[in-house]
């Protein structure tokens, strides 16, 4: 997840190709390490999914070291990057990072406002019941009156 940041703002400090090179042999580095980590630990989603298994509080722990390994690494990565970085390319990232953090923040507001428009329309729905079926006008023909 921060790699993926990272690599996204990367693409816009215009690395040199020696740059290039060097954040391409930390990632496959970090790569190799990461699947050396998910080959030794594989996980029972049988055991995950019950929380009443005898080996459930095991597996979640298990987990959960996993996941701060994971960030461990990546953290480890994206500061070996950032030491690949010139002092200006330094700068210029963290201004990317700033108006990305700035653009999701909108993001996230416009999806509340989705989501708070959306749970208005359902309630309205539920309060308005079935939508009516209209009833058809009455046809002058079938009036049952005599012509």
Same mark, same amino acid.
């Given at each position: 997840?921060?790699?993926?940041?990272?690599?996204?703002?990367?693409?816009?400090?215009?690395?040199?190709?020696?740059?290039?090179?060097?954040?391409?042999?930390? &990632?496959?580095?970090?790569?190799?390490?990461?699947?050396?980590?998910?080959?030794?630990?594989?996980?029972?989603?049988?055991?995950?999914?019950?929380?009443?298994?005898?080996?459930?509080?095991?597996?979640?722990?298990?987990?959960?070291?996993?996941?701060?390994?994971?960030?461990?690494?990546?953290?480890?990565?994206?500061?070996? &990057?950032?030491?690949?970085?010139?002092?200006?390319?330094?700068?210029?990232?963290?201004?990317?990072?700033?108006?990305?953090? &700035?653009?999701?923040?909108?993001?996230?507001?416009?999806?509340?406002?989705?989501?708070?428009?959306?749970?208005?329309?359902?309630?309205?729905?539920?309060?308005?019941?079935?939508?009516?079926?209209?009833?058809?006008?009455?046809?002058?023909?079938?009036?049952?009156?005599?012509?």
């Amino acid at each position: 997840m921060l790699v993926g940041l990272l690599a996204r703002q990367l693409r816009e400090l215009n690395l040199t190709a020696d740059q290039r090179k060097q954040v391409r042999q930390l &990632i496959v580095q970090t790569r190799q390490s990461q699947r050396a980590a998910a080959a030794h630990s594989r996980f029972d989603l049988t055991v995950l999914g019950d929380p009443g298994s005898p080996n459930y509080a095991q597996a979640v722990r298990a987990l959960q070291r996993r996941a701060a390994e994971r960030i461990s690494r990546e953290s480890t990565l994206a500061s070996r &990057i950032y030491q690949v970085l010139t002092p200006e390319q330094r700068r210029n990232l963290a201004t990317l990072l700033a108006a990305d953090n &700035i653009r999701m923040q909108h993001r996230r507001e416009q999806m509340q406002r989705m989501r708070e428009r959306m749970r208005q329309r359902m309630q309205q729905h539920h309060m308005q019941g079935p939508p009516q079926t209209p009833t058809p006008p009455a046809n002058p023909d079938s009036s049952g009156s005599p012509s």
